[in-house]
Nanobody
Framework: VQLQASGGGLVQAGGSLRLSCAAS????????MGWFRQAPGKEREVVSA????????YYADSVKGRFTISRDNAKNTVYLQMNSLKSEDTAVYSC????????????????WGQGTLVTVSS
């Protein structure tokens, strides 16, 4: 499975961005998807995750109420709508896939896309 993340950019604090992660290749399997981010000098952390059906989602406390994860399986695409962005949301955001349910552990994801940079100016 190949993953392609897009949608990053420069935005002012309080603004919004929508990230997309398009999957190609062996997309017949039912993959849970996760969004992770890595800020300069920090470890990669989970932001949000979603099951294949979309029936179960996870949000890190730091983004709860501001970010929304969703997916369109017909388009093999997962989205991360980010509202009320803060300077501390500045990071490289990456998407990842794994068979089965979602997990918050980055080590359990099998496939990773390249990152997309989100910069929030204050």
């Amino acid at each position: 499975v190949q993953l392609q993340a897009s949608g990053g950019g420069l935005v002012q604090a309080g603004g919004s961005l929508r990230l997309s992660c398009a999957a190609s290749g062996r997309t017949s399997s039912r993959y849970a998807m996760g969004w992770f981010r890595q800020a300069p000098g920090k470890e990669r952390e989970v932001v949000s995750a979603i099951t294949w059906s979309g029936g179960s989602t996870y949000y890190a406390d730091s983004v709860k109420g501001r970010f929304t994860i969703s997916r369109d399986n017909a388009k093999n695409t997962v989205y991360l709508q980010m509202n009320s962005l803060k300077s501390e949301d500045t990071a490289v955001y990456s998407c990842a896939a794994k068979v089965g349910g979602w997990t918050t552990s980055r080590h359990e994801y099998d496939y990773w896309g390249q990152g997309t940079l989100v910069t929030v100016s204050s």
